[in-house]
Nanobody
Framework: VQLQASGGGLVQAGNSLNLSCTAS????????AGWFRQAPGQEREFVAAITWNGGSTLYADSMKGRFTISRDNGKSTVDLQMNSLKPEDTAVYYC????????????????WGQGTQVTVSS
């Protein structure tokens, strides 16, 4: 497994959750990393991305101000801190990595992790 996501679970609305993705990719430290999510019956959507050195981040509009993406290349991890969770944040969350920010942002990264379920109760 090259990308392993963890940290999902069941939380009440308004609470927080931190997702973590551990990479075994040799190229992780020079790759853009990001998160996507897919709710039941919906298409997978972009959540956030971070450049290889953490210098730039990109968020979907609905996540700005609530979600924070970060990475630790020494540990080969990329985290997604999710605050003020809402029931509509319920989805399977996937981590991803790619050398290209645009390719990742467009939903076609070279590497996908398995998903982790996040359920937010009202």
């Amino acid at each position: 497994v090259q990308l392993q996501a963890s940290g999902g679970g069941l939380v009440q609305a308004g609470n927080s959750l931190n997702l973590s993705c551990t990479a075994s990719l040799r190229t992780f430290a020079i790759s853009v990393a990001g998160w996507f999510r897919q709710a039941p019956g919906q298409e997978r959507e972009f959540v956030a991305a971070i450049t290889w050195n953490g210098g730039s981040t990109l968020y979907a509009d609905s996540m700005k101000g609530r979600f924070t993406i970060s990475r630790d290349n020494g540990k080969s991890t990329v985290d997604l801190q999710m605050n003020s969770l809402k029931p509509e944040d319920t989805a399977v969350y996937y981590c991803a990595a790619d050398p290209s920010l645009s390719r990742l942002r467009d939903g076609a990264p070279l590497h996908w992790g398995q998903g982790t379920q996040v359920t937010v109760s009202s």
